[in-house]
């Protein structure tokens, strides 16, 4: 018996436990293997997709000892086994209405995600940058040549023009999909339902955790569903304006940057509770 055994620890992946210089401290790794040591669970929840996650497990020696939470809530991946639990897709209309989109707003661009692929329409500096961070290789095509069904789009553009778009999309279709910006310049768009604060619960689930032994960490605007299932929610100082000020209204504290190890400094929270 451990001191976390039933104990759940969900963590999102970049500007949290991969800090700003792209890397995870090795503060980090260690207070991980201490909890999980120690019988917790640990995993992460990410806006990657399976492709894009992966590669880092072993890049970075991350120890997850939960299924992991892919492409924004829409998949749940079990990496102990190598089996995808649960793959969501958005509507076979997808295709046709990104058309329709991307008329109205023609200076926007996308990532539709196909099985492991990438494909992308009209790709900008976010398109480019994104992709070099998160190491995806990027097919360019006409929108209705994309293969369907898609994990998740993410729209790319300017904060304000994206803001416009979210309004338009959720007025279009707001009964099918969910629009949640990942940052100031990504806009991911998954089936209705489909967001981490869900399918973090279905993990949670899964296991048998207790609402109460369930803790979440994250730093921007698609974190904040898990964050409202976390017992203590934490974020690092580093998290956006978005996660301070629902932190503030939660009389929750922040933790330090990325860069300084929150993800021990949480964990070393949950070592005085339990």
Request: charged content about 20%.
């Amino acid at each position: 018996m451990g001191k976390f055994d039933g104990v759940l620890f969900f963590v999102d992946y970049d500007d949290t436990l991969y800090n700003s210089h792209h890397t995870v401290s090795s503060e980090n790794r260690a207070a991980i293997r201490y909890f999980i040591e120690n019988g917790g669970y640990f995993s992460v929840a990410t806006g990657r997709a399976h492709r894009t996650f992966t590669p880092q497990i072993e890049k970075e020696d991350i120890p997850l000892n939960a299924p992991a939470v892919l492409s924004n809530g829409a998949a749940i991946y079990d990496y102990a086994t190598g089996r995808c639990l649960l793959h969501t897709c958005l509507d076979k209309s997808a295709p046709a209405r990104f058309v329709q989109l991307c008329r109205e707003f023609p200076q926007l661009a996308f990532e539709a995600y196909h099985s492991d692929d990438i494909y992308v329409h009209n790709p900008n500096r976010v398109t480019t940058e994104h992709l070099a961070k998160v190491g995806g290789r990027q097919i360019s095509c006409a929108i209705l040549d994309m293969p369907a069904p898609w994990t998740k789009a993410i729209l790319e553009q300017e904060e304000p023009y994206l803001k416009e778009v979210q309004a338009r999309l959720l007025q279009l279709w707001g009964d099918d999909y969910e629009a949640i910006f990942s940052n100031r310049y990504l806009l991911e768009v998954t089936a209705k339902g489909c967001h981490k604060g869900a399918t973090v619960g279905k993990v949670a689930q899964l296991l048998y955790i207790d609402p109460k032994n369930l803790y979440c960490m994250g730093d921007n605007l698609n974190d904040i569903p898990m964050l409202e299932l976390s017992a203590i929610p934490f974020a690092p100082a580093s998290c956006s304006q978005a996660v301070r000020d629902w932190m503030a209204a939660h009389r929750a504290p922040l933790l330090g940057h990325c860069d300084d190890h929150a993800v021990a400094q949480a964990i070393e929270i949950l070592d005085s509770i339990y």
